[in-house]
């Protein structure tokens, strides 16, 4: 009898057919239909409830606090509870319709709730998820308590209702008979961002135009079949009251935000019809001290239920989860669900299709083979070799890893990709969104101790940003450290070390000004010494040309792209190896032969990928069209090997 063999599934497989979202998301519908359900069991004080798919009560995981809007349903992250409810425990404050409570006692009643948990279990962080009114409420609750472990995440905070046009609509419900409702169309506004951005992302979605419109129509028909429940939901009364607590709200707030210390996250909607979102945003940004934004361009006042948000994704890409009192790079990371791969995966699926990556690998025995079976399975591996132009290497690279392998590679990134820098000459924030969200962290010896020690497949380049940002020339060139870094800590742990090389920047664009040409001219000089005052020097002792760690963009001109090309090495063994702390000799070897070994496989790449017949697009997208439009770029053949 043959044994039999358990195979485990590649999760990342196949990124085209990945699901577009997680299973068990609810719909607009879903929001209208709860609603209904709340409405009719409506009275009594305000109170907190669990969503039925949010009933975790895992201590490990955090406690978050919704503060609805002006609606005060508490269901407005409805469309978010089938993930959310995987890394939260989730509570829902709910304000009845006939409710009066004022502000200020919902402050209180919050602040209860917020010292009682804290008491409870005091090394759990509490987040505030607030919407409009529910982000005044969250500031108010922080600033009254500094020294609890706060954070907040604040989407369209009303803390500018003074600027906002709900003001002028306070006088005319004075004047407005009751049988008289809010026009269809201001509803819709309401709800949705922009239609036409509804109608191309519903295109890209269905597919064809005319199930693009089918669906559009049914979602406006949802809207408008459920207008009376918008109106159940705030009746005159109620909007008059609420608006009459949003100018409380905002003036009270906006007096104590000097006295905000916790972590700020806040959400801003472009096309947001009832506050001026954006501006508010920035104004909180440089209030606060612990405040970053994230811009929505194309969204609407209700923020949570669009269905392009993905407020998980979000927290993940501002590094904004944590299980304890500091962010730890690995219990606190959450691995890309498929559809979050694939998310990511399709928005850069334009590098892959324009250099069809050819990835080698090397067996146990020695053999040279396509694909990446020669990459160990189980970790701790470190991934070590050479950097290209702006890093241009890595989303091919990582994604071909997860889709093949399965492995998700943690990089060790420059710390400049995560410090949260309130200055516009730094690039934004939201840039580096997706490598953290891959899993990147900044370099540093405790980061990589934490990923070693919990077996993770690690990538290192010890060029670090004087590789990505070469000059001039200097194509394929190491600059690494003259004494080993690495080494012993991948032998601790017995790591596998990958050496590796990467080629063909200089197929896909040219370098016309560098540092050296930059630095003349007087206002990039002026620049590029501010941007690198703002970053993180790494290895403030290193001497020789990685100690230049100038951060600047140089300037290039593209390429009709070729094609990249990547060589893993032979894995080296470390564990058994005893490299003592005072012994450097064993040590500097090593490091030595990982670098001769990274040196050879760039070498092996250029001589190779002269004999590549569809190193050039033209010749790749002509056979890729031969074989039809569900040909994968990894499909194309290469050199003999």
Same mark, same amino acid.
């Given at each position: ?110 602040? !209860? ?113 459920? *207008? ?303 941007? !690198? ?56 070897? *090593? ?38 439009? !569900? ?11």
């Amino acid at each position: 009898m043959k044994e039999a063999i358990e195979v485990k599934p590649n999760t990342y497989a196949n990124p085209q057919e990945l699901p577009e979202e997680e299973e068990g998301k609810k719909r607009l519908k879903d929001y209208f239909e709860d609603c209904k359900d709340l409405i009719k069991s409506d009275g009594g004080p305000p109170r907190w409830f669990c969503p039925l798919e949010c009933t975790s009560t895992s201590p490990d995981y955090p406690l978050l606090l919704f503060l609805p809007g002006i609606d005060g349903t508490g269901l407005g992250l409805i469309m978010h509870h089938h993930k959310l409810g995987k890394i939260f425990e989730i509570w829902c404050l709910h304000i009845p319709v006939n409710d009066r409570t004022p502000f200020t006692e919902l402050v209180k009643m919050v602040e !209860t709730t917020v010292r009682s948990e804290s008491c409870r279990s005091p090394n759990r962080p509490i987040y505030i998820l607030g919407e409009s009114l529910g982000a005044c409420l969250g500031l108010a609750v922080a600033a009254r308590n500094p020294k609890i472990d706060l954070l907040l995440i604040l989407a369209n905070p009303a803390t500018s209702f003074s600027k906002s046009q709900l003001q002028h609509l306070m006088p005319l419900l004075e004047i407005i008979p009751d049988q008289f409702p809010l026009n269809l169309p201001y509803m819709l506004s309401i709800m949705k961002g922009d239609p036409l951005k509804m109608l191309m992302d519903n295109v890209l979605k269905r597919g064809s135009l005319p199930q693009t419109i089918g669906g559009l129509s049914q979602d406006l028909f949802t809207m408008s079949s459920y *207008l009376h429940v918008l109106t159940d939901i705030l009746p005159k009364e109620t909007l008059q009251w609420k608006l009459r607590m949003l100018k409380t709200a905002s003036a009270s707030t906006n007096s104590c935000l000097h006295a905000v210390k916790a972590q700020t996250l806040i959400l801003c909607s472009g096309k947001d019809q009832l506050l001026p979102s954006q501006e508010e945003g920035k104004r909180l940004q440089n209030a606060l001290p612990k405040c970053e934004i994230r811009v929505f361009d194309e969204s609407g006042h209700l923020l949570f239920l669009e269905d392009g948000v993905d407020l998980v994704m979000t927290i993940k890409g501002a590094s904004f989860y944590r299980r304890g009192k500091h962010l730890d790079c690995g219990s606190d990371f959450i691995p890309p669900t498929p559809s979050e791969f694939k998310k990511i995966y399709e928005s850069h699926k334009w590098i892959l299709t324009a250099t069809s990556p050819v990835m080698l690998s090397t067996l146990e025995n020695g053999k040279v083979v396509r694909g990446l079976a020669g990459i160990p399975s189980e970790g701790p591996v470190l991934f070590v070799g050479y950097h290209m132009l702006m890093a241009i290497e890595v989303v091919p690279f990582v994604a071909q890893l997860m889709s093949e392998r399965d492995i998700l590679l943690r990089a060790l990134a420059h710390p400049a990709m995560f410090i949260k820098v309130k200055d516009s000459r730094f690039p934004d924030p939201s840039m580096f969104d997706v490598i953290r969200i891959m899993g990147a962290v900044p370099v540093s010896a405790t980061n990589l101790y934490r990923l070693l020690s919990s077996k993770s497949h690690v990538l290192l380049y010890p060029g670090g940003l004087r590789e990505a940002l070469h000059r001039k020339g200097e194509e394929y060139k190491l600059f690494w450290p003259e004494e080993s870094e690495f080494v012993r800590m991948a032998a601790r742990f017995g790591a596998k070390i990958v050496p590796f090389g990467a080629v063909g920047e200089d197929d896909v664009a040219e370098v016309v000004l560098d540092y050296n040409d930059l630095v003349k001219i007087p206002w990039q000089r002026t620049q590029i010494e501010e941007m !690198t005052e703002l970053s993180m020097k790494l290895r403030p002792d290193a001497t020789g040309e990685v100690a230049n760690q100038q951060v600047y963009t140089p300037w290039m001109v593209p390429k009709f792209p070729g094609r990249f090309y990547f060589y893993f090495g032979k894995p080296i063994e470390t564990e058994g190896m005893k490299l003592e702390p005072r012994g450097k000799e064993k040590s500097q070897e *090593l490091y030595l032969h990982v670098k001769s070994e990274v040196e050879k496989c760039i070498a092996f790449l250029q001589d190779k990928r002269k004999t590549d017949p569809f190193r050039n697009l033209l010749p790749r997208l002509l056979y890729q069209a031969s074989l039809g439009s !569900t040909a994968s770029s990894s499909q194309i053949p290469t050199f003999e090997l």
